[in-house]
């Protein structure tokens, strides 16, 4: 059957017996901790998809023993269970698809413990991801997922979904950084998986299990992180290219040989013709693709690194190259960060995709992406992680323009194409939700599919954990 990306999941219906649920919910509870009214749930209806669900009621837990009740009850009743962390998820991860409470954990939000000695901090899942960083920067530690949301998004999010960003290409993604969890099964069962350790293999590794399954298995409600020291000392290189092509044969030369960089951001022509219109980067004009390369270790060691890299460049065809300073490299980053909700301005409607190809296809993916983009007529933004290969891939269309969405599904089905033919991936940190669902079997085998299934059976017998998400429907 042909995967369809307009489908979606009927309207649920509200069963008869949901309110003694909610009367039960309120007195184990408390008051203060639901939320049912209409204007109270609509704040938990949305993610950064723009899909609306709006939820039967809202849980704020504010610790376990809260999470606990709250399983417990709605499983007896039979009642879908969607964890929630910031709701800034790409996928509709978070979202009541098929009705049911979501069950908020923004107010767990304590950072339990920091040691330095053991370089671990233990947290709740509703901690802010850029609130870490800075409980941990005192102590020169950090915890290397950086996705771009870092300012909203929380860990428990994190979790969900193995999220990453610049770093990845450096100190790997989300479950890299993870060595136990704490969490709760969707009758209310309390488990815990790996410990304090960075080496144990002891039984399966049940926490690498969690991470990534989308709240489909269970919901964490507290995780020991490995944490990494801050380097002493950071310098980026932006590079201005003549092609995306000559962009992706400078990453491909650069993951393969030399020193490891601590990031490899990659912006194609369109990307940089929006820094040029928001006036806070000088760009020459004959530049169609940008590199930002950063260096990072001792203070000591810093020059050699960047004369090291600055050798390794002056083979390429090269337009512009520039050390930045402190200040400026500050705003190059804050530029680049800014490109996801820039585009928005650009067109009423932006499909954002996170595919991931081996780098060194990178030069086959931005030339398919380019042919798909002409012959389609949707502009296409791509910008993102190209240390990994993980290309945030942006359709930038108009929903009142009737000709240009009918294309849509055929185009995004054509970059998917194009990404599996090149051994890649179709997510590479936003994760599946229900965007991505469909199209699962095109990637992941029906023997391997098969298994998943049988895992979430094992975990959640009754299917009320974040139901019709990541599996297709």
């Known amino acids: 059957m042909k995967p369809s990306l307009l489908s979606q999941p009927l309207e649920p219906r509200l069963p008869d017996h949901f309110p003694d649920l909610l009367a039960r919910l309120s007195r184990a509870l408390g008051p203060a901790s639901l939320l049912s009214s209409a204007v109270e749930r609509e704040a938990y209806a949305w993610d950064n998809t723009g899909a609306r669900y709006c939820p039967w009621a809202v849980v704020l837990a504010e610790s376990r023993q809260q999470v606990e009740t709250t399983l417990r009850l709605c499983h007896a009743a039979q009642v879908p269970v969607i964890p929630r962390g910031a709701g800034t998820g790409n996928v509709g991860g978070a979202l009541a698809v098929q009705g049911g409470v979501i069950l908020s954990l923004q107010r767990m939000n304590r950072v339990r413990e920091v040691s330095v000695a053991d370089r671990l ?77 960075t ?27 490995k944490l990494a020291p801050v380097p002493e000392a950071r310098r980026l290189l932006r590079v201005v290219l003549p092609s995306v092509a000559e962009a992706a044969r400078v990453v491909c030369a650069l993951m393969a040989e030399g020193e490891a960089l601590s ?17 806070t980067v000088a760009l020459p004009a004959e530049g169609r693709a940008m590199l930002l390369l950063e260096v990072a270790g001792s203070a000591a060691a810093l020059d050699a690194l960047t004369a090291d890299l600055v050798r390794r460049l002056a083979r ?41 190809v081996p780098v060194s296809r990178l030069p086959e993916l931005m030339a398919g992406l380019a042919e798909i983009s002409q012959a389609c007529r949707i502009p296409i933004v791509s910008f993102g992680h190209a240390g990994n290969g993980n290309i945030h891939v942006n359709l930038l269309v108009d929903p009142a323009n009737g000709q240009q969405m009918a294309v849509v599904p ?64």
């Open 199 to 225: 080496k144990g293999v002891v039984g399966y590794d049940m926490t690498r299990l969690l991470i990534g399954s989308e709240g489909t298995l269970a919901v964490v409600t507290q995780a020991t992180l």
């Open 410 to 473: 055929a185009t995004l089905e054509q970059v998917f194409r194009l990404v599996l033919d090149l051994d890649g991936s179709l997510s590479g940190e936003h994760g599946v939700g229900i965007q991505k669902q469909a199209f699962l079997p095109w990637e992941v085998d029906a023997t391997c599919l098969l298994l998943q299934r049988r895992i979430k059976a094992a975990f959640d017998p009754q299917s009320i954990l974040n139901p019709g998400k990541v599996f297709p429907v």
């Open 263 to 279: 990031a490899i951001e990659f912006l194609d022509g369109s990307a940089l013709d929006l820094l040029r219109q928001s006036k």
């Open 121 to 197: 901090a233990v947290v709740e899942p509703g901690v802010i991801h850029a609130d870490l960083q800075a409980h941990l920067k005192p102590h020169g530690l950090f915890w290397p997922p950086d996705p771009s949301s870092s300012r909203s998004c929380s860990v428990g999010g994190n979790l969900a979904m193995c999220a990453a960003g610049a770093n990845a290409v450096r100190y790997g993604v989300t479950r890299d950084w993870v060595l136990g969890l704490e969490a709760v099964l969707a009758d209310g069962t309390v488990f815990r998986t790996g410990g304090r350790t």
């Open 316 to 356: 390429f065809e090269v337009v512009e190259q520039l050390q930045a300073g402190a200040e400026e490299a500050a705003t190059v980053w804050a530029a680049r960060y800014a490109l996801s909700p820039t585009l928005k301005k650009l067109a009423p409607k932006r499909i954002n995709e996170d595919v991931v």
